[in-house]
Each structure stands twice: as structure tokens, then as C-alpha cells.
């Protein structure tokens, strides 16, 4: 089975503060990790995805993610947020190996960038 | 990333009646799409997933004779919302899965903003 955790379903952060979105999952194997960020009535726009290799994956729009197996986080980070980043993130794995060919989304993490 | 487009973007429709959605995808050919229903502030659910020339895979809960999903073309797929009820507002997206790679991504549609009165 796979699964994945958001415990915050609400991010606040001052604009030009670091922000982190958190993301904990569970597979029997090995993970495909992705971000995905939502803007109101719009459908998932890609931002990133980590598969193999380094552990620092650097995605769109200046995000930056880490996979972390021991801790089984894939945390969302950016080292200066935009009003304009404010939107609904979602984290989604998939089990490498004995997974179901489709995403499992977390429950989504709304950020608010505060100007 | 990949072009997938949804018609319609939003729609209206009487209780007891039936809603076609269609998605493509413009910028390659895909044997599998998905389709997901998500609640105001809630995550994506997985419908079922739409296989080229064969019959969908339904979830576990989903009512197949409701939510017909028809993947006729390796570019289209439509899901049909037989005799709509309020319950069934809902905001739908779909998803097409790259091939080749392993499939690793994914690229959503827009989505369609469906309302029963």
C-alpha cells in the first residue's frame, strides 16, 4: 500500500520568508515523490518530482524539495515566498515497484504568503 | 510539461439529466488517463482509470453504470455523470499519464466545475 501524509492543512509565511510545506509518506518500496500546486478552480500544475539520484530536487517557480528515507519526508521548500505562491499544494507518491500505477495524493496544504 | 484540455470548464445541469466530459490530451498519445472528483477543500479522489480500448478500473466505491468513462482514441477520453443528483457536484480533473520512462508523471486537465440543481 502506499500513503502519504500533509499534517498542515494551513501554511501561513511572511512575504520573503522561507517557507516549508511538510510531506511524510509510505511505500513498501522505493517512492516516486512529485509536488503539485493548485490555484482556485484550476487544475494541478506540476512543480517538481524527485525519482532517483540526489536527494535535493529543484523544481519550478524557484521550489525545492528534499527526500529524506529515513524520515520518509519529501518537505516543499522555497527560501523567499510570493504573495503570488499562495495556493493548494499537494504531495503525491507512488511505489516504485509494487504500486498501483497511479498517484496517491496527501490531503493538500493550503499556503497563504502574507504581504 | 504536456497540454490536456477539459470541455467543459463548467457546467450547469438539472437534476435527472446526464453531463459528458471530455478530456485530451494534445501533446502525445495516451493509452491511460486518469479521472479524479474533488470536494471544496479537499484532495483529489481517484474515479478510475481510463484504459484505450478496453473498459475502465473502477475505485472501490465508485458506481461504474453512473460514471461512464468511454477512452475511444489514444487522445480522448470523455466521463459521462448518468442522471446527475446535487450530491454529484463536484469539481473533475483528469489526468494523462505520460508513456514510456516508467510513466513516472502525470499532467491534469483544468478541470470542469460540475453543479446539479
Known amino acids: 500500500a502506499q500513503s502519504v501524509a500533509q499534517p498542515e492543512d494551513q501554511v501561513n509565511v511572511a512575504e520573503g520568508n522561507p517557507l516549508t510545506v511538510k510531506c511524510t509518506y509510505s511505500?513498501?518500496?522505493?517512492?516516486?515523490l512529485f509536488w503539485y500546486v493548485q490555484y482556485p478552480n484550476r487544475g494541478l500544475q506540476f512543480l517538481l518530482k524527485?525519482?532517483?539520484?540526489?536527494?535535493l530536487v529543484k523544481g519550478s517557480y524557484g521550489f525545492e524539495a528534499e527526500f529524506n528515507k529515513s524520515q520518509t519526508s519529501f518537505h516543499l521548500k522555497k527560501p523567499s515566498a510570493l504573495v503570488s505562491d499562495s495556493a493548494l499544494y499537494f504531495c503525491?507518491?507512488?511505489?516504485?515497484?509494487?504500486?498501483?500505477?497511479?498517484?496517491?495524493f496527501g490531503s493538500g496544504t493550503q499556503l497563504t504568503v502574507l504581504p | 510539461g504536456a497540454v490536456v484540455s477539459q470541455h467543459p470548464s463548467r457546467v450547469i445541469c438539472k437534476s435527472g439529466t446526464s453531463v459528458k466530459i471530455e478530456c485530451r490530451s494534445l501533446?502525445?498519445?495516451?493509452?491511460?488517463m486518469f479521472w479524479y472528483r474533488q470536494f471544496p477543500k479537499q484532495s483529489l479522489m481517484l474515479m478510475a482509470t481510463?484504459?484505450?480500448?478496453?473498459?475502465?478500473?473502477?475505485e472501490q466505491g465508485v458506481e461504474k453504470d453512473k460514471f461512464l468513462i468511454n477512452h475511444a482514441s489514444l487522445t480522448l477520453s470523455t466521463l459521462t455523470v448518468t442522471s446527475a443528483h446535487p450530491e454529484d457536484s463536484s469539481f473533475y480533473i483528469c489526468?494523462?499519464?505520460?508513456?514510456?520512462?516508467?510513466?513516472?508523471?502525470?499532467?491534469f486537465g483544468p478541470g470542469t466545475r460540475l453543479t446539479v440543481t
Open positions: 511505500v513498501s518500496g522505493n517512492p516516486y
Open positions: 524527485y525519482i532517483t539520484g540526489d536527494n
Open positions: 501533446d502525445f498519445q495516451a493509452t491511460t
Open positions: 481510463s484504459n484505450e480500448g478496453s473498459k475502465a478500473t473502477y
Open positions: 489526468s494523462v499519464q505520460k508513456p514510456g520512462q516508467g510513466a513516472y508523471e502525470q499532467y
Open positions: 503525491a507518491v507512488r511505489d516504485m515497484i509494487r504500486g498501483p500505477r497511479q498517484l496517491t
